[in-house]
């Protein structure tokens, strides 16, 4: 594999994760994507079968990241349309778009909590520290602020814990987990090593973690409890394992690999699906040109994927148990960061994240 594709490769796994409606309880027929088709970035919404494909933003300026709120009603997302990244929110029309965030430095990365409040990742303080707001940009609360370079936070199903990476000076990376509300962070894959690890994604019952390991040319998926206990493996192969995501009952993972090309082809991958203990691993997509960022339904049944068998990034779907592989979106541009609307079944009170906290830990350096 060249190094441009790995890093390639690298780069997206750092910034993407595609956990999204992990731990849904209610079938919903609409997708968020991002889509350049007509120009710059923009938010767009569709129906399960890749039917009434429309923008929602329209700016000059790129709209990106889109976030169901736990609802289904409301959509936060990151907006260059002030000359600067900040937090936006509208209705899952498109209507009522809002600014929330208005910071001179960069805001990103939103998600949020099963009690309508919204995290997200900004750099006012000249490092990348995590924030919690309610929706109308009030009662803004900084949840972190060590100086090291962190990922995007990726909170729990049940709102309790954030997961992120810390990026150390070497290009070494870990996975850290930390209150939702706050307080100090542990770091659950160090010490800090050669070997980075990356793209944390939570099990639907909060109590496991999958992440993406790189060593050497390849890239396996492992698996911890967030308090760093039984760790283990669900990928060991010197090929590409990556983008894994649970499904919503938690039984099975799905993931991008490349163990059946070639090992100049190792960037070239397919989509998999596995039980939650590495057994029974299936090829769903099986073809000869890119197909990568898998997603799942909220009702499990259908896995939502991109690929560059067109020649650009478009939209796919295919059965989770295999089948008819559908094309979705259909254009000269590039869709991506699917996004399928899977509201979080939350058994919270609505004050349980605010109040959580881990005793005797030892803060992120």
Known sequence: MSSILRTSILTALATVSLSWGAGAATTADEVLFVS??????????????????RPLTHTPEENTEPAWSPDGTRIAFTSYRDGNADIYVMDADGTSQKRLTSDKFSDNAPTWTPDGRIIFRSIRDRWTNFYVMDTDGTNLKQLTGTKVDKGIPMLSPDGRWIAFVVHGETGSSEIHVMPA????????????????KMAPSWSPDSKRLMYTEAKDLALNIRIID???????????????????AWSPDGKRIVFVSSREGTRTEMARGDIYVMNVDGSGTTNLTRNPDEDNYPAWSADGSTIYFVSLRNGTAQIYSVPAQGGEQLRLTKNKGNDVMIRPKAPQASKLRPDTARDTVIPNQSPVH
């Open 226 to 244: 967030p308090d760093g206990g039984n760790p283990g493996t669900l990928t060991d192969n010197v090929y590409t394992n990556a983008f894994p």
């Open 181 to 196: 509300a706050g307080g100090e962070a542990k770091n659950l894959t160090g010490p800090l090593s050669k070997n980075r």
């Open 36 to 53: 350049n088709r007509d120009g710059n970035a923009q938010i767009y919404l569709m129906k399960a079968d890749g039917s009434g494909q």
